[in-house]
């Protein structure tokens, strides 16, 4: 699968990355964490099937991209 990403930033406002959830969580993850160690820290996460979708983020994305998140902060 493709993973589309789009940074979108406004004047005076922090960017914003639009990443395409169709790709696989672990896709997504290393996308986010990229640009995470880019000083990006807005993320739009859409999906198909937005009530599960949201589930799936919370049980398995959102975790594992804390976890990264963290490692990137102690370096």
């Known amino acids: 699968m493709t993973l589309k990403q789009r940074?979108?930033?406004s004047p005076?406002?922090?960017?914003?990355?639009?990443?395409d959830s169709t790709a696989s969580f672990a896709c997504t993850?290393?996308?986010?964490l990229k640009y995470d160690r880019?000083?990006?820290h807005?993320?739009?996460i859409r999906g198909f099937?937005?009530?599960n979708d949201v589930s799936e983020?919370?049980?398995e994305l959102?975790?594992?991209?804390?976890?990264g998140a963290q490692e990137i902060d102690a370096g």
Do not use: C, H, T, W
């Open 7 to 9: 940074v979108e930033k």
């Open 12 to 19: 005076g406002e922090r960017p914003k990355v639009d990443i």
């Open 29 to 32: 993850l290393n996308a986010m």
């Open 38 to 40: 880019m000083g990006i």
């Open 42 to 44: 807005s993320f739009l």
């Open 49 to 51: 099937d937005p009530v």
């Open 57 to 59: 983020y919370g049980r």
């Open 62 to 67: 959102i975790p594992r991209l804390k976890l």
